[in-house]
């Protein structure tokens, strides 16, 4: 993963060797480019950072990358997601847990086979889940 600086600013992000060879047509490059061939061209080698981890609640986005004292730099931003997107996954989520898991006890119970009560608790603990 590359990026190409021009007049001191970054060009493109991401660069790649490709687009190196499509941007110098008249260039012969060899089979395998050098880093210091890379440089010539402004373009720069940038170093890959783990992804961090994040919750449901979050989205993860790749931002612009930081010049680190000569070492380009993959940068991670984390957003909050929106209410309204948190509350539907929550209400996605508390359906399926009922059909996976309460749904099955509520008819065992209709049958007999449960007591209502641990039907009646399962609903509660879904609810107090994804609320």
Avoid: C
Wanted: no cysteine.
């Amino acid at each position: 993963m590359y990026i190409k600086i021009k007049d001191n600013a970054i060009d493109q992000y991401p660069y790649s060797e490709g687009h190196l060879k499509s941007d110098n047509p008249q260039v012969s490059f060899p089979q395998i480019i050098s880093i210091d061939t890379f440089t010539e061209y402004g373009v720069y080698e940038v170093v890959k950072i783990d992804k961090p981890a994040i919750t449901y609640k979050q989205d993860l986005f790749e931002d612009t990358p930081v010049n680190d004292n000569g070492v380009w730099k993959q940068v991670w931003t984390i957003q909050e997601k929106h209410l309204d997107e948190v509350n539907a996954i929550h209400e996605s989520n508390r359906k399926q847990a009922y059909r996976e898991e309460s749904d099955p006890l509520f008819f065992k119970w209709q049958r007999g086979e449960v007591e209502k009560q641990e039907w009646l608790d399962k609903v509660a603990e879904i609810k107090q889940r994804w609320s």
